[in-house]
């Protein structure tokens, strides 16, 4: 089993509408959690960080469970931009300061 | 304020061969993590430089090894390359905080091709 599984998609979403995805990680210690977005070609980049209580930053909204052990993204009113690969990030501390990927989860909004 | 650079951003070599890579973490950073990406897949973890130490390790060969610098700035050099070494290359680099979210920026990246 993987330490980090996401669906790969892709997710074809319309113009305007939500979407939501999840991750489950396998490590329950680990501690730290994580959204990257990646352009084709290009390098990943951090969306936000994943708190305990949930966060929202704008149209994104990112949750943890972890009795589940899984993490969720969900875009609202996703515009044409939003196309990107997006990529779940777990950290476990026991296991240094590493981050551990999962296979990402592609997202194409259409018009 | 600069962030990660890496260079050089493109390389093709032959297998056998030995390349370098290198990456300048964002300024104020002083941890360097490397990984491979291959071709649709998330990027693994090859390995972290801290105090010019190697702290951790992912699960690659002894082909793959580093160095970091007083300045922060780390290479990455892989021997006896193969074709499956072909694969987008990343340096992240963090601020060791002992504690924390150890966010990481990546740089570029650099695309290496073995034929």
């Known amino acids: 089993r993987k330490e980090v599984e996401q669906d790969p998609g892709p997710f074809n979403v319309p113009e305007g509408a939500t979407v939501a995805f999840n991750c489950t990680y396998s490590?329950?210690?680990?501690?730290?959690f994580f959204w990257y977005r990646q352009d084709c070609r290009k390098e990943p980049k951090l969306l936000m960080s994943?708190?305990?209580s949930g966060n929202e930053d704008g149209r994104f909204t990112a949750q943890l469970n972890r009795a589940s052990q899984y993490i969720s993204l969900l875009i609202r009113d996703s515009k044409l931009s939003d196309s990107a690969t997006y990529l779940c990030?777990?950290?476990?501390?026991?296991?240094?300061?590493?981050?551990?990927f999962g296979g990402g989860t592609r997202v194409l909004v259409k018009p | 304020d600069a962030g990660v650079t890496q260079s050089p951003t493109h390389l093709i070599k032959t297998r056998g061969q030995q390349v370098t890579l290198r990456c300048s973490p964002k300024?104020?950073?002083?941890?360097v993590s490397w990984y491979q990406q291959a071709l649709g897949q998330g990027p693994q973890f090859i390995f972290q430089?801290?105090?010019?130490?190697?702290?951790q390790r992912g699960n690659f060969p002894d082909r793959f090894s580093g160095h970091q610098f007083p300045n922060y700035s780390s290479e990455l050099n892989v021997n006896a390359l193969l074709l499956g070494d072909s694969a987008l290359y990343l340096c992240?680099?963090?601020?060791?905080?002992?504690?924390?979210?150890?966010?990481?920026?990546f740089g570029p990246g650099t695309r290496l091709t073995v034929t």
């Open positions: 300024s104020g950073h002083d941890t």
């Open positions: 992240a680099s963090s601020l060791d905080m002992g504690q924390g979210s150890y966010e990481q920026y």
């Open positions: 994943v708190y305990s």
């Open positions: 990030v777990v950290n476990t501390k026991a296991a240094g300061n590493k981050l551990t």
């Open positions: 490590n329950s210690a680990s501690q730290s």
């Open positions: 430089y801290y105090e010019e130490e190697e702290r």
